[in-house]
């Protein structure tokens, strides 16, 4: 197995590698490894919150951020050790995932990601656990999350 298998870069180099992306290895597996341009080692894994099994970032020391669903579809809740943020997508949501989102704080963006182009512009300063959480979830979104949101009559 090779590490990194990507990089997360910013206007200064590179702020985070990462190893091997996947679903089962999120949810059930080993966790994403993730190491800082310090050196210090994170792991992109999952843990249950309520009902829901959600993607969250474990340090050595504990929790770094965690992530919940917020009562719409596809739009998801992001918290760290300084920040509440909601990842909500543009546009219309239909059956396929969204590929445009924003990070909002209090109803203020404070960055778009295009998720085709795999690029976050942050328009403040954003943390990188909130980066790698909103990436987490743009992929692989919380598993059952279709049933999560209350059906309208």
Avoid: C
Avoid at 100 to 107: A, E, K, N, T, V
């Amino acid at each position: 197995m090779q590490f990194p298998v990507e990089e997360l870069v910013g206007p200064d180099g590179v702020l985070a590698q990462l190893g091997r992306d996947g679903s089962l290895r999120i949810f059930l597996g080993p966790g994403r490894r993730v190491q800082l341009s310090d050196g210090t080692e994170w792991r992109i894994k999952a843990t249950t919150r309520g009902r829901h099994i959600v993607p969250i970032i474990l340090a050595d020391d504990g929790k770094v951020a965690v992530s919940s669903p917020l009562f719409a579809r596809h739009s998801y809740g992001l918290n760290g050790k300084g920040y509440g943020l909601a990842l909500i997508p543009t546009g219309r949501v239909g059956v396929r995932r969204p590929s445009d989102w924003f990070l909002r704080s209090h109803g203020t963006d404070v960055a778009s990601i295009e998720g085709a182009e795999r690029r976050l512009t942050a328009h403040e300063p954003l943390p990188i656990s909130a980066a790698l959480l909103a990436f987490t979830l743009i992929t692989h979104g919380i598993p059952g999350e279709a049933n999560l949101v209350p059906a309208q009559d």
